[in-house]
């Protein structure tokens, strides 16, 4: 069956402009999650979905990203106003449920660069 | 706040060799560990899962254990080859959130 896609898979926007990211999970998992993966960093939890809702958003890095989530599948990373140190590669997972021991499934990810 | 170390930073061994990849984690309340590959410019391949409740998980050439207690995990690769050459990934659940990933242990296996 199709793995966990993300579009686009490269992404060049200029500083200020806005971005929207796409995450299509595993068909049937009900969790999925957002990590961020700068050059030099390691990965960053940013956010995640159970269902279409997001119990804790502590994670985003500031309040300039939002995430929503739709009919319990896809979901889009929205940056408002962006910033060079926003590029990264964005990289999203689904799991069959958030609540047990299951694995995450990743997919190819988004490279975000910021000029 | 959960952390997650991996040693070595780097590896580079001649092909055949066995080796380790070593994970520490400093809070023991994890539900489960995932060890994964990261090929340059791609996303994470998982490898393996261990369960809290688990000590180890095998696949093919692969062995990854846990200790929950000491807050370690070990990744055995036998017989490297040089598709094996890549970033691992040592990655800790709490169950409340996403992973806690180490920084990486980048590996070059040498024809």
């Known amino acids: 069956g199709a793995g966990v896609s993300q579009s686009p898979s490269n992404k060049v926007t200029e500083k200020g402009k806005d971005v929207e990211l796409r995450c299509d999970p595993i068909s049937g998992h009900t969790a999925l999650y957002w990590y961020r993966q700068s050059l030099g960093q390691g990965l960053e939890f940013l956010i995640y979905f159970q269902g279409n809702s997001a119990p804790d958003k502590s994670g985003l890095p500031s309040d300039r990203f939002s995430a929503e989530r739709t009919g319990g599948s896809v979901s889009t990373l929205t940056i408002q106003r962006t910033q060079q140190e926003d590029s990264a590669v964005y990289l999203c997972a689904s799991s069959q449920t958030g609540t047990t021991s299951y694995e995450q499934y990743f997919g190819p990810g988004t490279r975000l660069t910021v000029t | 706040k959960q952390e997650v170390t991996q040693i070595p930073a780097a590896l580079s061994v001649p092909e055949g060799e066995n080796l380790v990849l070593n994970c520490s984690f400093t809070d023991s309340a994890i539900y489960n560990l995932q060890w994964f590959r990261q090929d340059p410019g791609k996303g994470l391949t998982s490898l393996l899962l261990?369960?809290?409740?688990?000590r180890e998980q095998t696949s093919g050439r692969l062995n990854a254990s846990l200790d929950k207690s000491s807050g370690r995990s070990t990744l055995y690769i036998a017989a490297s080859q040089p598709g094996d050459s890549a970033t691992y990934l040592c990655a800790v659940w709490g169950g409340a959130d996403g992973l806690t990933f180490g920084k990486g242990t980048h590996l070059i296996i040498q024809p």
């Open positions: 261990i369960q809290s409740s688990q």
